[in-house]
């Protein structure tokens, strides 16, 4: 009934927004010529209700070009590599440029589509081939394709890894920095060649109990099942994927925008005086990243709650009793891959100490393989996006790959 009921709601304001970007269009183009007339300030409020509503379509990445590390503009391939029932895998390339170190760029399955990476994935492009998974919306994919849990996941990492080749370089924002780190000492303990080269975890909850946040103290004050009934709601079925148990996107997205609502309501005014001041490019900026952020897909939820038992409430993982397939997961037996964990000053998603934790677990690397970056003044999204990641974490980043060639 959840779903249902939103899903109405949906159909209902879906017109509303339509008719306020088709009106803001008018305005700007028929008045634009006016400093300051009344119609752009129309326009500026039309624009506002237009983004006030979600998506369930995934945008495009948008990258068709890169300046390289000596600045030339290069011009960039996105190339489908694979596929499952449940993600695709992408590659994004630079065709005039060979031999570059590869990387998976394993996205979160947390409510939004990767291409919310995008600006990563650019980043990384300057030295670097980037192959990202590409998570498709399980409201799509019909039941007979089977369900989605967590054992699902680190598989997928682990047959990537495999399709891609030897020598690649994993690495995992958020979320997924458990699965990659499983993968890994699977793939270690196998002694597969196709093991990572480097695992870079940024921002991840290895370890709930290091500073705990907002997030963590919510997901431990409720037994499992208060979540299966208050969260998971089915597919309705105009969908593909009828039937499905599901958390959706929609809840996820709230529950984050309700941990800082003073700061997505500030950035809504800010969007409208920029318009009216003439300032469009940092008007653009907040436009493209709510376009983004309001994007939205579902999550399977025997995964959401796999991930809410084994990663929050009961850390598998941090205690040494998680498993794959029925196999016990051993960080101590990852011998060949360099670590690197990177973290942000103010993250209120993952605290501080909360990634850094995968360094005393994988304890048969020597130290010199292992390394750790505490990232100052950017919170949970500055770890991986923005000016700061840019400019001071992807050179650590970039290092970390190049000493272990």
Not at 190 to 197: F, L, T
Not at 215 to 239: C, M
Request: glycine share 6%; aromatic share 10%.
């Amino acid at each position: 009934m959840m779903y249902k009921a939103y899903q109405t709601f949906a159909n209902l304001h879906n017109p509303v927004r339509l008719f306020a970007r088709a009106s803001e269009r008018v305005s700007n183009n028929w008045f634009g010529n006016f400093a300051l007339n009344p119609m752009q300030r129309l326009a500026a409020h039309y624009e506002q209700i237009s983004l006030l509503g979600f998506t369930h379509t995934r945008p495009d990445f948008k990258i068709h070009s890169v300046l390289d590390s000596l600045g030339v503009e290069q011009a960039v391939s996105e190339d489908l590599i694979y596929s499952t029932h449940f993600c695709n895998l992408v590659r994004f390339s630079k065709p005039s440029v060979e031999g570059q170190p590869k990387i998976l760029l394993v996205a979160p399955m947390s409510g939004h589509f990767a291409t919310l990476l995008a600006g990563t994935i650019k980043t990384l492009l300057r030295d670097h081939d980037v192959y990202v998974t590409d998570w498709l919306n399980i409201r799509d994919i019909p039941l007979s394709c089977g369900e989605f849990d967590f054992d699902s996941y680190v598989e997928h990492i682990i047959n990537f890894l495999q399709v891609i080749g030897p020598q690649t370089h994993l690495m995992a924002v958020c979320q997924p920095t458990v699965a990659c780190l499983a993968a890994t000492a699977i793939m270690s303990e196998d002694k597969s060649p196709y093991a990572p080269a480097s695992l870079i975890l940024m921002a991840g909850p290895v370890d709930v109990s290091q500073s705990p946040t907002k997030v963590n103290e919510l997901a431990t004050s409720k037994p499992i099942s208060w979540f299966e009934e208050k969260l998971i709601g089915v597919i309705p079925r105009q969908f593909n994927g009828t039937g499905r148990k599901v958390y959706p996107g929609f809840l996820q997205l709230m529950a984050f925008m309700s941990m800082n609502p003073e700061r997505h309501a500030d950035s809504f005014k800010k969007l409208y005086e920029y318009r009216i001041n003439g300032e469009t490019e940092k008007a653009d900026v907040i436009h493209d990243f709510y376009e983004e952020y309001f994007a939205i897909m579902d999550l399977s939820g025997p995964f959401y709650l796999e991930t809410i038992q084994k990663v929050f409430m009961d850390r598998d993982l941090a205690v040494g009793k998680l498993t794959y397939q029925g196999r016990l997961v051993n960080p101590k037996l990852i011998k060949k891959t360099f670590l690197l964990t990177v973290e942000g000053e103010r993250d209120d998603i993952c605290g501080i100490g909360q990634t850094l934790a995968a360094q005393d677990l994988c304890r048969g690397l020597p130290s010199y393989m292992k390394s750790h970056h505490l990232q100052a003044g950017v919170g949970h999204y500055g770890v991986f996006n923005g000016k700061r990641w840019d400019t001071q974490i992807y050179p650590v980043v970039r290092n970390h790959i190049q000493s272990a060639l």
